[in-house]
């Protein structure tokens, strides 16, 4: 930290300065959003944290981790997408920023409905054998699938792109 000191006529100005690698944008996320539903078994894992309960209103920035129990129901929004989480699911927020969403559904199964997405946007899901591209608004259910299953991606409006080992689908 450096500190100037200069001399107006009889007045002194101090001015205290940071310096170093360490800045605001260390500290605080580009993008964040929140938790709009927790109902039944849901949990919230901020990051460098334990999980705990999951609430309304609670921030969810890159890092984030929300899961559900075979009886709980957990909702985010993130600007004009929602993301929902079916019961025994497990997401993390792999990036948040300004026009990219990416979430990493480790198990389970998710709705989303992104009501914006334009030419710059980016919306993935990655899944265990792949990942999902939101390509345009709409609504999509995806579920991870099992050790022995596959994924399976349904649209029900929109449109998107898969891809994994067996090649790119739209």
């Known amino acids: 930290m450096r ?3 200069v ?9 205290i300065a940071a310096v170093g690698p360490a800045c605001a944008e260390d500290r605080i996320p ?4 929140r938790v709009s539903l927790a109902e039944g078994s849901a949990g919230y894992r901020p990051v460098g944290s334990d999980w705990s309960g999951a609430a309304v ?3 969810v920035a890159t890092g984030t981790a929300l899961r559900t129990g075979g009886n709980g129901t957990t909702e985010f929004r993130v600007g004009d997408t929602i993301v929902t989480l079916a019961g025994g699911s497990e997401v993390e927020i792999a990036r948040l920023e300004p026009h990219i969403v990416h979430i990493t559904l480790g198990h389970g199964r998710i709705g989303v409905a992104p009501l914006g997405v334009g030419d710059e946007d980016s919306i993935e899901i990655a899944l265990p054998r792949g990942a999902v591209h939101l390509l345009e608004p709409g609504r999509y259910d995806i579920d991870a699938g099992a050790a022995n299953g596959p994924a399976r991606i349904a649209v029900f409006a929109g449109r998107g792109r898969f891809a994994g080992g067996s090649g790119d689908r739209t």
Do not use: E, F, H
């Open 3 to 5: 500190t100037l000191l």
């Open 7 to 15: 001399g107006l006529g009889g007045l002194y100005l101090v001015i």
């Open 30 to 33: 580009l993008r964040a959003g």
């Open 57 to 59: 209103n609670l921030p």
